[in-house]
């Protein structure tokens, strides 16, 4: 008998009871979810406590925006959808390309001229995307978006559309799964706050059914020069180089408020530098690259970690994967390659420092 393999089926598969599908919905998956939650001895150690990371640069498009994308092209589908639009400053249209071409349907994005990462718009143009870029920044491109999906017969899934939450909430589940309790503080970075919400919703629904006895304390963290919540006010020029919380008015504006408040958290500012000495930190000290955006909650916790109880069990989400954006991982650092040399053992040895 072949040893029974035990094959992740993606969120829905596992977590079908918990989200708006039916029998009929066709089921859209790449195998998102079951992402890695890596124990961090280096935060652990900072914060007197357990710090883990639940890794969603291991999503199926390197992002966490997988989950959430899953549910709502699964529903668009079901719904009898050909074509599919959002807004996005990468991520979200990394991966509603995919899954778009995974299901057939036409996929359209919009996204700000000039600052979506590379490796992102590689994505989106080889799953065959219309890539349109906007002479404005995100929140201009979802206003295109949304008025496009009302106008013509186009289906909008960025997470004004409630099934992208109701996806994006199963990293709760998974972490609760897999700890047997919730964290007492949740860190991740905010940007259009659809996932704050999300995890705060799946977080409440299972400590409504009583499969975990708490709630953690969510705290988000945004970058300095796009701080809304921050400053209580959206904002016109939001500027950071971590381009994909590049947001000056986040659509889950009241969902994420009440995050904040109902969980005693916080969304406090980070600085563009605190972020890429974050991401730097924690790839050389865990081995886990992440890209700038997704590096906010680890600036956040370095910051706050005085104010961690000791003994804490926490959790931060490193939402995408440092791939995305190697240009600006990169700009921090005086030169890629220490040495070149001839194919020489000893000339090799002695730049490593062997001899
Ligand atoms: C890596 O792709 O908004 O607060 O259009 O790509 O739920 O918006 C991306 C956001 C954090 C912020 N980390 O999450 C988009 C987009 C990464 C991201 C966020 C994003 P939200």
Redesign the pocket.
């Known amino acids: 008998m072949p040893r029974q393999a035990h094959l992740w089926r993606g969120v829905i598969e596992e977590y079908r009871e918990w989200l708006p599908v039916t029998p009929q919905t066709p089921v859209i998956s790449l195998g998102e979810g079951g992402t890695p939650l890596v124990h961090s001895g280096w935060l652990s150690g900072i914060v007197h406590g357990d710090v883990w990371l639940k890794v969603e640069g291991n999503n199926p498009t390197g992002?966490?925006?997988d989950r959430g994308m899953t549910a709502a092209i699964s529903v668009a589908c079901g719904e009898g959808a050909k074509a599919v639009v959002?807004?996005?400053?990468?991520?979200?249209?990394a991966s509603m390309t995919a899954y778009a071409a995974h299901a057939g349907l036409t996929p359209i994005v919009l996204v700000p001229h000039g600052k979506i990462a590379a490796g992102k718009m590689a994505q989106a143009v080889m799953c065959g995307a219309t890539v349109i870029q906007l002479n404005g920044g995100?929140d201009q491109c979802l206003q295109v978006a949304r008025d496009l999906a009302d106008q013509y017969p186009v289906a909008l899934v960025n997470?004004v559309n409630p099934v992208r939450i109701q996806g994006q909430k199963t990293a709760s589940f998974e972490i609760v799964d897999v700890l047997g309790e919730a964290p007492d503080l949740h860190v991740l970075?905010?940007?259009?706050?659809?996932?704050?919400s999300a995890y705060w919703l799946g977080y409440r629904e299972y400590a409504e059914a009583g499969i975990s006895q708490n709630t953690p304390a969510m705290w988000g963290f945004q970058a300095e020069g796009a701080a809304p919540f921050v400053l209580g006010h959206p904002i016109e020029h939001p500027e950071t180089l971590a381009t994909?919380?590049r947001?000056g008015n986040?659509a889950s504006w009241h969902l994420a408020v009440a995050a904040r408040d109902d969980s005693a958290g916080r969304i406090h500012a980070v600085t563009d530098q605190q972020i890429l000495s974050a991401q730097r930190e924690l790839a050389s000290r865990e081995g886990v690259f992440v890209?700038p955006?997704?590096a906010a909650g680890v600036a956040g916790l370095l910051n706050s970690a005085a104010e961690v109880e000791r003994g804490a069990t926490v959790v931060i989400t490193v939402?995408?994967h440092g791939l995305k954006d190697t240009e600006t991982a990169l700009s921090g650092v005086d030169s890629i390659v220490d040495s070149v040399i001839e194919p020489d053992v000893h000339a090799a040895a002695q730049v490593a420092g062997l001899v």
Request: a neutral charge; charged letters at 5%.
């Open positions: 992002s966490f925006k959002c807004a996005s400053t990468g991520n979200t249209s995100f997470s970075p905010v940007g259009n706050a659809g996932n704050i994909a919380i947001i986040p890209e955006a997704s939402t995408g």
